[in-house]
């Protein structure tokens, strides 16, 4: 073998790795073909050369890149070639001639005469046996320019070029799949899902859309139930951090030591249980916003790494000296009057004034009873999609009950209270006894108190669910705490179970 023929096998050898390297390096398919064709037409010395992809809806193939072909004569020379390349894509074989002028498989191709081609070489693009389509080269100027060897690589070649078409073709799938997914979130938490024409919910739109595209702290206080988190998603997916994570802890009812690992993460072997190294909650919002709910109840030590991560966006993982550094807008919620747990020496002040650098309290339904009607129409709406039936009505007797009635848990009871009327009512309307409310709850406008209401509520729930606690709390759209709070409260603290059983 002469050292000619060693350079060429070289270069050969060369351009297969090249491609290799193509596969990890090029995601979009348009940049892959491109490169594709380049890689073959230096490294055969072809002349010219095309690469096409099959299109079984028109039972035939589709031009992708060409290279050294005028727009003029690419029509020409694909039809010229349309039996070759048929052939290849057919019956999955190469096709090599060194004289397309006396070829037969050319015979009757003017255009073969007209441009002078003589050597051509074309290989099916093969995955999983499967032909992708065609790789097309040729010279007009040297008869001898392709061989048996050239076709052996060229074959090698179309198959590792196949698979980075793969692979590019998947990328483009996820990229789409993605931006469906990004919209659909979008959509989903719009402010268009947060529901209010009062004043109090015009205020609460009014910050919203000034500081949507901030990366300021917000701090969100209401009552539960009153669409806290719903805001909170609403202002990252119309926001400049939209792409990147969203992660929300509800920080109630978590023994310190377990929350802190969710927060912050922990080191294999620091406390029993911790088989292995484990990346905080934080690390997994890095980029994008982390929703902290019921902020209150964080402990004091929770407290002192919160502040860390707002002064200088560092945390470092339980049982570990290194700091790791997190970019993170963080919005925090709270059902207590946060200042008031400063001043009793349950909250940090400088925490606190961290957090509170924009304050929203969400109000309470009780307080926007005008609203009632467009919640409930999108609740209707809402589940009718959910369960693809007909969209249900209710009657202004119905309406009129819901709106004499408190809501003591506020949006997310009445949301559950229509779900609960839509499957318990017969007909396509519904009535004030699907609502089961009773109507000693409203009494002709002469109201209870919240806090007898309220009782009345919490006891009739939990004895609808057969005494079992957690999902009270669920039905009630409240912290399992809350409840039993309100219970002790009540003197009813032995009422009822807390786990599922």
């Known amino acids: ?30 940049p892959l073909l491109t490169k594709i064709m380049d890689i073959a037409v230096e490294t055969l010395s072809a002349e010219r050369g095309f690469l096409v992809f099959s299109d079984n809806k028109k039972d035939g193939y589709e031009l992708q890149v060409a290279r050294n072909i005028s727009r003029e004569t690419i029509d020409d020379l694909a039809q010229a070639s349309s039996s070759i390349i048929k052939s290849v894509v057919t019956d999955n074989r190469p096709v090599l ?11 009757g191709a003017e255009s073969v005469i007209l441009q002078q081609i003589n050597s051509v070489a074309c290989v099916p693009l093969n995955l ?13 100027l040297d008869r001898e320019r392709f061989n048996q060897e050239t076709l052996e690589f060229l074959l090698a070649f179309a198959n ?16 789409e799949e993605n931006r469906q997914l990004q919209s659909e979130v979008q959509r989903l938490h719009a402010f268009d899902e947060i529901i209010g024409s009062s004043p109090r919910m015009q205020d609460v739109f009014s910050i919203m859309g000034r500081i949507m595209h901030s990366d300021i ?25 939209k792409d990147r994570p969203f992660v929300a802890q509800f920080c109630g009812n978590l023994a310190e030591s377990l929350l802190e690992s969710e927060l912050f993460g922990h080191k294999k072997g620091s406390f029993t249980g911790a088989i292995n190294d484990k990346k905080g909650l934080f690390e997994y919002a890095d980029g994008g916003t982390f929703f902290l709910d019921e902020i209150s109840e964080i402990s004091p030590q929770i407290q002192a790494k919160l502040l860390r ?49 924009i304050r929203t309290k969400m109000p309470p339904l009780r307080e926007r009873h005008g609203d009632i009607p467009l919640l ?36 997310r009871e009445l949301e559950n209270c229509i779900e609960r009327a839509i499957v318990l009512s017969n007909g396509p309307e519904i009535l004030p006894e699907d609502l089961m409310i009773p109507q000693a709850d409203i009494e002709n406008g002469k109201r209870k108190t919240l806090k ?12 609808e669910e057969g005494e079992n606690k957690t999902r009270t709390a669920e039905v009630l759209g409240v912290s399992l705490r809350w409840l039993h709070y309100k219970l002790n409260e009540w003197g009813e603290g032995k009422k009822g179970k807390s786990d599922g059983n």
């Open 217 to 241: 702290t917000v701090l969100l206080e209401g009552e539960s139930g009153t669409g806290k988190e719903l805001v909170a998603r609403a202002l990252h997916y119309n926001g400049r951090r």
């Open 97 to 107: 001639t060194h004289d397309a002028q006396v070829d037969p498989r050319f015979s």
């Open 452 to 463: 007898e209401i309220e009782k009345d509520i919490v006891l009739r729930i939990l004895k």
């Open 128 to 140: 999983r046996g499967q032909t992708l389509g065609a790789i097309y080269l040729d010279s007009r």
């Open 160 to 175: 590792q070029a196949a698979i980075a078409i793969e692979n590019a073709r998947y990328y483009e799938a996820l990229l």
């Open 376 to 411: 409930v129409k999108h609740f209707l709406k809402k589940f009718a999609l959910k369960q693809g039936e007909k969209v249900k009505k209710i009657s202004r007797e119905a309406l009129r009950v819901l709106e004499n009635f408190q809501w003591p848990g506020n949006v």
């Open 1 to 30: 073998m002469n050292d000619d023929n060693i350079t060429l096998i070289r270069e050969r050898y060369r351009a297969l790795s090249e491609i290799s390297q193509v596969i990890n390096s090029y995601k979009e398919i348009d």
């Open 309 to 357: 991560v707002l002064q200088d966006g560092e945390i470092r993982r339980v049982g570990e000296t290194e700091t790791r550094k997190v970019n993170v807008r963080i919005i925090s919620a709270t059902n207590h009057d946060l200042f008031e747990e400063v001043k009793k020496g349950n909250f940090r002040e400088d925490l606190f004034y961290r957090l509170n650098v």
